[in-house]
């Protein structure tokens, strides 16, 4: 478990959020606002406002730990055995199979069932 001091953000970092923040809505404000200029050069500047304002959060710290957990997530993802394409071939027609079977047996089932109701009630043929 943390400690309180680990859970408390700097002065510094409640500083680096209100400039992306800021940065960001800058950002978006004058796509919009420059509604008269190109789309391209709109989507460039709102990429770059919005960029800028996501490496001054990666400074942060919950941005570095942010970072980190993606870092090892990607490591994670490396170890990762990933089926052949004639396993995946194989995996799949097999669930297509169950898939058909079960479906024909609870069709098989419901037919039954009607007729049973309808042999109970009277309105079978």
Known sequence: MKSKAETRHSPLDSLKWATAIA???VGVAGFYLFS???LIVRVIGLLALVGGAGGILFTTQRGRAVWSFAKGARQ???KVVW??????LQTTLIVGAVVIVVALLLWLLDMLLFW???MITGHGG
């Open 36 to 38: 008269d200029q190109l």
């Open 116 to 118: 049973l109701v309808g």
């Open 76 to 78: 994670e993802l490396r």
């Open 23 to 25: 940065l960001a809505a």
């Open 83 to 88: 089926p052949t394409r004639q396993e995946t």
